[in-house]
């Protein structure tokens, strides 16, 4: 079955980076679509990155274009999320995100935490 297993998160600094990864699995990842969404406390859920199946095309929420960068590695089935100039309002749950068939699939959610 499709599983997405978050991985990267943790306490940072203002300013700092982190790199989250996404190891997927149950499915032929290099046919689809990889999304990396977040949701901070008292918020929705909210796209943040996305990244084409075959050449790779990229597209960001304006509030972190600049700062974050989403890649794949099809060898590896795994999806990156760079993160850098990490601001508080970074803060938040962030999810691996695929559609498959018509149907959403989400992993279990890495926290990030930006504070000094």
């Known amino acids: 079955q499709v599983r997405l297993v978050e991985s990267g998160g943790g306490l940072v600094q203002p300013g700092g980076s982190l790199r989250l990864s996404c190891a997927a699995s149950g499915f032929t990842f290099s046919n689809y679509f990889m999304s990396w969404y977040r949701e901070a406390p008292g918020k929705e859920r909210e796209l943040v990155a996305t990244i084409t199946s075959g050449y790779g095309i990229t597209n960001y929420a304006d509030s972190v274009k600049g700062r974050f960068t989403i890649s794949r590695d099809n060898a590896k089935n795994t999806v990156y999320l760079q993160m850098n100039s990490l601001k508080p309002e970074d803060t938040a749950v962030y999810y691996c995100?695929?559609?498959?068939?018509?149907?959403?699939?989400w992993g279990q959610g890495t926290q990030v935490t930006v504070s000094s």
């Open positions: 995100n695929t559609k498959i068939w018509g149907k959403a699939y």
